[in-house]
């Protein structure tokens, strides 16, 4: 077994933290302050290759593997979690569902441009009552022969009010149930397509989170994705790698928090001594590290699981269920080496407990990733 990264995964890493560090942490408070999307940036991790990383290079991506993508992720996360979901979704759920079961003519239209950032996309699932069950679907989409009729109301939406493209999934047999589901390309801009207020969310305060809204809008049938009666299966093929993403924004944010305390317990000094010689804070240190470790190699594993081909399933839900509850176990405990500094924004632990809350919830709860793990535990 080698555990050893390679060369080109190096420079990959190092290349997101020192773009998260020059670019996402000047600015980064006052974007959480203001709920700013952040628009420069985005552009500027689009011409780095960041929105489209695992995509062909003949669609303007970077052909790279699946633990690249999560290098990238924990780096940007540690910095910055608004921006590393926005690229989390761009990849993983909107270019990876187009790439994996879209029509050439589909990859060509949208796919290129979501791949180079020219363009950005969200992936629409949740609505009011169908939070993580997919099979109760609301929204509807009506067969008119050449085109569909898309009705209903869509929520949480990452990037809902910046995509320019939205993969929605809507019921179009309700007689059908699962198999009555279908998935759909639509434009922003289209009639009958609004845009509701932004959230005001905990944390990820600088990502837009919205609901949208669909009033009788025309839905070409060649934006449909896939078969007829397909839809299900694309959710949930395209959520469970998904799941890597944001186990490796969990790992990230935790990460961030933690090299935030270590270092800033060999500068405080309680006691005459720095507080890093005290054992009551070295053993927070040594139990954030040694959870964060083990999250790293439950993420990667995941990554290389993908990459090999192999199903990944069960391993992106432990990687997320896992990276999930360290993410929160150890931004609470970052916040506590900090003591009362840890409350205060100008020292970024605060913010990194707030960030951290959302990785237990979006891509499935934790009693979804339970549900899943099981599942796969069983089913011999």
């Known amino acids: 077994m080698d555990f050893s990264l390679s060369e080109e995964h190096l420079m990959i890493r190092d290349a997101a933290r020192d773009f998260a ?22 552009k500027k991790m689009g011409e780095l290759g960041f929105l489209g990383m695992m995509v062909d290079p003949k669609y303007g991506g970077g052909g790279m593997d699946t633990v690249s993508y999560v290098l990238v992720m924990e780096e940007l996360s540690k910095i910055d ?15 990876y ?28 699932l949740s609505e009011p009552e169908a939070g993580s069950d997919a099979t109760s679907q609301r929204t509807t989409a009506i067969d008119k022969g ?5 009705n209903g109301t869509k929520n949480w939406i990452t990037n809902g009010g910046s995509a320019d493209y939205y993969l929605v999934i809507a019921q179009t047999d309700r007689d059908k149930k699962h198999k009555g589901i279908n998935a759909f390309i639509v434009e922003k ?32 049938k060649e934006n449909r994705i896939g078969e007829d009666g397909f839809g299900f299966t694309f959710a949930m093929k395209t959520l469970s ?11 990230g944010i935790a990460s961030g928090a933690y090299e935030l305390a270590r270092d800033y317990s060999k500068v405080r000094k309680a006691f005459d001594t720095e507080i ?21 190699h439950m993420v990667m594993k995941a990554a290389w699981d993908k990459d090999q081909g192999h199903n990944y399933d069960m391993s992106g839900a432990m990687a997320k269920l896992y990276a999930s509850k360290t993410a929160m176990d150890v931004t609470v405990e970052a916040v506590q080496v900090h003591g009362g500094n840890g409350y205060v924004k100008e020292y970024h632990v605060e913010r990194l407990m707030r960030d951290a809350k959302i990785t237990q919830i ?3 709860t934790s009693e979804i990733q339970k549900i899943v793990i099981s599942r796969g535990l069983l089913k011999d």
């Open 81 to 95: 979690a608004s921006c590393s979901v926005i690229v989390s979704v761009n990849n993983s759920l909107v270019c």
């Open 241 to 251: 790698g998904g799941r890597i993403g944001i186990a490796a924004q969990a790992l």
């Open 21 to 42: 560090r020059t670019e996402l942490l000047p600015g980064v408070i006052e974007r959480d302050n203001l709920q700013k999307f952040p628009t420069e940036q985005v």
């Open 362 to 364: 979006y891509e499935g």
């Open 189 to 220: 801009g289209w009639d009958g397509f609004e845009i509701g207020p932004k959230e005001d969310k905990l944390g990820i305060r600088g990502s837009d989170t919205h609901s949208l809204i669909f009033n009788d809008v025309k839905v070409p």
């Open 276 to 296: 890093c010689n005290h054992q009551a804070i070295a053993f927070k240190l040594a139990d954030m590290h040694t959870s964060i470790t083990a999250a790293r």
């Open 146 to 150: 050449d085109h569909y009729v898309l």
């Open 97 to 124: 569902g187009l790439q994996a079961y879209g029509t050439e003519a589909q990859k060509e239209k949208y796919l290129t441009k979501l791949a180079t950032g020219e363009s950005i996309g969200a992936f629409c």
